[in-house]
């Protein structure tokens, strides 16, 4: 009798401890996971709600591009959640409470782009959460065979949603880093459906290889807010984007760890580029993504350092916590294996860049002199 009440009490001790390493109340957190139980066969076209679910009916097309932003990605994975008319994720009641399943309920599916990268989901509008705190939105992570794991992309929302205001996208962006777009214009079609269009671009920072990386031409800038170790702004967190990319042209060098000898060559040439132009027309960052996440002190002395050695004074030489960072190296789309990434802007948005730039060639300022071109291309000839 004693044995079976101590192997009892065993067994509900284990049983509350299971409880508190893996609270109920909270969802699972393997986003690979989502792609482990496929159905069958998998299209580019999915229906994540049916006829017979009460709702607006809408179709959403678009093509999936590599991180180049303009190779077509075939053969992607996209998993899409959403809530139904009412705002709520309806549940079978069947489903294990730890499970994707329970907490994103049954209006969910899988795609697969096909050889030209598209996709369609056909559904209903989303509600609002009854707390009416964010807008009608469809959730949705992407897979791809030609990166290294599975990543939630921005949600699907809907143009003229009154809670689609700039308060919710700098949250996603600090938060989650998420990119904001203006989301999709749904407009009725003959059939009664109401058909919108997203294209995709993923995400450099999963890429097996180093041939991509950072934010695509015409995307907006978002802001960020690096530590500034040296320049105008420095001993502060100023926001490039927010204190300057509205006004200038300029460039951002996000740098790796082993790319020093042509960081210098580069920030004496930006420099230059500043004193000629004048800092109310240009500006030009150089930002340490601190890929082995060295102690910041460290950082800041080496990058104080680098500075004063090359006589820098209106170069803004920053840095960011890592290269994971979701509020800014994530959200700038840099890829970890990427020497450096280049991104001249215009007015916030990027007009060109160079990845794994070298500044120099076969004795010449080959690299160099591609960036100079495409300055002026942007921001017109130096004043003087």
């Not at 096909?114 to 369609?120: L, Q, V």
């Not at 949603?161 to 989301?183: A, F, H, S």
């Amino acid at each position: 009798m004693k044995t079976t009440s101590f192997l009892l009490m065993i067994l509900a001790i284990t049983a509350f401890s299971s409880r508190m390493a893996m609270p109920p109340d909270e969802p699972p957190t393997c986003t690979d996971c989502l792609f482990d139980k496929l159905p069958g066969h998998l299209s580019h076209r999915l229906t994540i709600a049916p006829d017979t679910v009460r709702g607006q009916r809408i179709r959403i097309t678009g093509t999936v591009y590599l991180s180049d932003g303009v190779t077509p990605a075939a053969g992607v994975l996209l998993y899409a959640y959403h809530t139904n008319a009412a705002g709520k994720y309806p549940k079978r009641g069947n489903e294990e409470k730890r499970s994707y399943a329970w907490w994103h309920g049954y209006l969910r599916g899988w795609l697969r782009t096909d050889a030209k990268g598209r996709y369609e989901i056909n559904t209903i509008k989303p509600g609002m959460y009854p707390t009416r705190d964010a807008p009608a939105h469809i959730h949705a992570v992407v897979k791809a065979p030609m990166q290294t794991s599975a990543y939630w992309i921005s949600d699907f929302v809907f143009q003229g949603d009154p809670q689609l205001t700039d308060t919710y996208w700098y949250r996603l962006e600090q938060r989650e880093g998420l990119v904001r777009y203006k989301g999709v214009a749904l407009a009725r079609e003959n059939d009664g459906v109401w058909e919108g269009h997203r294209d995709l671009v993923l995400h450099a920072g999963y890429d097996r290889d180093n041939r991509s990386s950072g934010l695509v031409v015409g995307e907006e800038c978002p802001a960020f807010d690096p530590v500034h170790v040296w320049g105008p702004d420095q001993g502060t967190k100023t926001c490039p984007m927010c204190k300057y990319g509205h006004r200038t042209a300029g460039v951002m060098a996000w740098l790796s760890d082993n790319d020093w000898d042509n960081a210098a060559q580069l920030a004496v040439f930006l420099e230059k580029q500043i004193q000629r132009r004048g800092a109310d027309r240009f500006k030009a960052f150089l930002i340490y993504t601190n890929p082995r996440k060295r102690p910041l002190p460290e950082v800041k002395q080496q990058l104080a350092a680098f500075s004063k050695r090359y006589g820098l004074r209106e170069l803004s030489v920053v840095y960011v916590p890592s290269l994971t960072d979701k509020p800014t190296s994530y959200l700038y789309q840099i890829n970890p294996n990427a020497r450096n990434t280049i991104l001249i802007y215009n007015k916030r948005r990027v007009a060109d860049k160079f990845v794994n730039l070298s500044a120099t060639s076969g004795g010449t300022y080959a690299g160099l002199d591609k960036v100079l071109a495409s300055i002026n291309r942007v921001a017109g000839p130096p004043a003087r």
